[in-house]
């Protein structure tokens, strides 16, 4: 099956640093990704979804200028954490899919511990 | 409500069928999904199905669809310990995926 890369899967920072998760596409060419978020023993939170060379669409109450989210090429999309505070500590997943797929790849997900 | 709903924990014995139930909201939702989670981990599709079939089985995993009450079940036939894990839900809506809480499965030997 097509596999999804996310890197690093864990990353601790300071607060007000900022941090860049990866998520690749390694073995097709995604048109669209998604970048969730899941609070412990929670479901999965969608923030954002990006189509390959457009603005990425975000859910509401996501704030934009805090997530920052690039989808740049077909097989990699990037989100970054602007300025973290303690409280964006949480389990980050991406997952991606191609079109006319129904099925959507995830990765391996990042844990991202601010302090 | 719009909300994807799923029991939150399920306990089984190891050799058990366990199965695991699920209301979705979207009847125009062309496929159902059900993604298993363990720990630390993304996660990892199982099985989905197709809004105009009642049921598939794939080995242990036998889901059925209850399209009229939006009703989706996912049985995993002989739990084994290595199925510990959350399970999810989804429908598709759109493009987007709308996840349920999950359900804990524990399996005890």
């Known amino acids: 099956g097509a596999v999804v890369s996310q890197h690093p899967s864990w990353v601790i920072c300071k607060s007000g640093t900022s941090v860049k998760i990866e998520c690749r596409s390694l073995?097709?060419?995604?048109?669209?990704m998604f970048w969730y978020r899941q609070f412990p023993k929670q479901s999965l939170m969608l923030m954002a979804t990006s189509n390959e060379g457009s603005k990425a669409t975000y859910e509401q109450g996501v704030e934009k200028d805090k997530f920052l989210i690039n989808h740049a090429s077909l097989t990699l999309s990037t989100l970054t954490v602007t300025s973290a505070h303690p409280e964006d500590s949480s389990f980050y997943i991406c997952?991606?899919?191609?079109?006319?797929?129904?099925?959507?790849?995830f990765g391996q997900g990042t844990r991202l511990t601010v302090v | 409500g719009e909300d994807v709903e799923q029991s939150l924990f399920l306990s089984v014995r190891e050799g058990d069928s366990s199965v695991i139930n699920c209301t979705y909201t979207?009847?125009?939702?062309?496929?159902l999904y059900w993604y298993k989670q363990e720990p630390g981990a993304g996660l990892q599709l199982l099985t989905y199905?197709?809004?105009?079939?009642d049921m598939k089985q794939d080995q242990r995993l036998t889901v059925l669809l209850n399209k009229k009450d939006k009703h989706l079940s996912l049985r995993i036939a002989d739990t084994q310990t290595g199925d510990s894990a959350i399970y999810f839900c989804?429908?598709?809506?759109?493009?987007?995926?709308?996840f349920g809480p999950g359900t804990r499965l524990s399996v005890l030997p």
């Open positions: 073995d097709f060419q995604a048109t669209t």
């Open positions: 989804a429908e598709m809506r759109g493009q987007n995926f709308v």
């Open positions: 997952s991606a899919t191609y079109i006319r797929n129904t099925e959507a790849f």
């Open positions: 199905i197709f809004s105009n079939m």
């Open positions: 979207d009847s125009s939702s062309t496929y």
